[in-house]
């Protein structure tokens, strides 16, 4: 029954992903206005900046596994944090590689290493990176487990540091598009970054439920190896 429930929601939420997906594209090819400065080339801010939310999603999702594995000795949470963050880390490269190539198409550049937000979005990418360096150079078990933990609730500090940085910039490679007076955009633009942010949203559950599944079944079977050795 368990397991039946756990396909259930897997193919819900890829049905889920796959819906909001199709109608995100739809909506910023053909629905969301072109920008009157940058033209055809501001479209991939409904891709970059969603992307990079569920970025932060996901990091910050790994870090409250994390918690659940120091505070109540959750074993499963374990694995949940591992899944969480290589997930982070999938939508940060893609973060980078969206926003590189939108900075080219509307700046001139790929990268500016005197933008902060670019560079403390750089510094928690490779943070996080360096998790699986630290995991995977210990042994599993409960050592792993809370090094792996403390790990990731000191990387989620650098969340909000990377996502003010973008808020308190005096420079303008990155437009600020939500501030104290609302989000400065059409009815029709805010209604396609909401459903590109709710598509990007669905994604990653979806994958990290898969991922999440595949890994536990992986468990199960090294479990049954061990009793058949």
């Not at 590189?100 to 750089?122: K, T, Y």
């Not at 650098?158 to 955009?185: D, E, T, Y």
């Not at 633009?189 to 909401?194: E, H, K, N, P, V």
Request: proline share 2%; glycine share 6%.
């Amino acid at each position: 029954m368990r397991r039946t429930f756990s396909e259930n929601r897997v193919a819900a939420l890829g049905a889920l992903a796959v819906s909001l997906m199709t109608a995100a594209i739809a909506l910023i090819f053909f629905y969301a206005p072109s920008d009157a400065d940058q033209g055809f080339s501001q479209r991939i801010f409904y891709f970059h900046v969603p992307i990079a939310l569920t970025a932060y999603v996901c990091f910050s999702w790994g870090a409250w596994k994390a918690l659940r594995v120091l505070w109540k000795r959750d074993e499963r949470a374990d694995v949940e944090s591992y899944v969480a963050i290589h997930q982070g880390v999938v939508f940060g490269a893609l973060t980078l590689v969206t926003g590189s190539i939108w900075a080219r198409a509307s700046w001139g550049v790929w990268w500016s290493w005197g933008e902060n937000q670019l560079v403390l979005f750089l510094v928690l990418f490779l943070f996080y990176c360096a998790y699986f360096m630290l995991r995977f150079s210990l042994e599993a078990g409960r050592a792993r487990a809370n090094m792996s933990a403390v790990y990731a609730l000191f990387g989620v500090v650098l969340i909000p540091i990377s996502f003010l940085a973008i808020r308190l910039s005096q420079k303008f490679i990155h437009p600020v598009v939500f501030n104290r007076h609302g989000p400065q955009m059409s009815g029709s633009q805010l209604l396609t970054f909401s459903v590109s942010l709710a598509a990007m949203l669905a994604l990653f559950a979806a994958l990290y439920n898969v991922e999440l599944a595949g890994k536990r079944l992986d468990s199960h079977l090294r479990e049954l190896r061990e009793l058949l050795t």
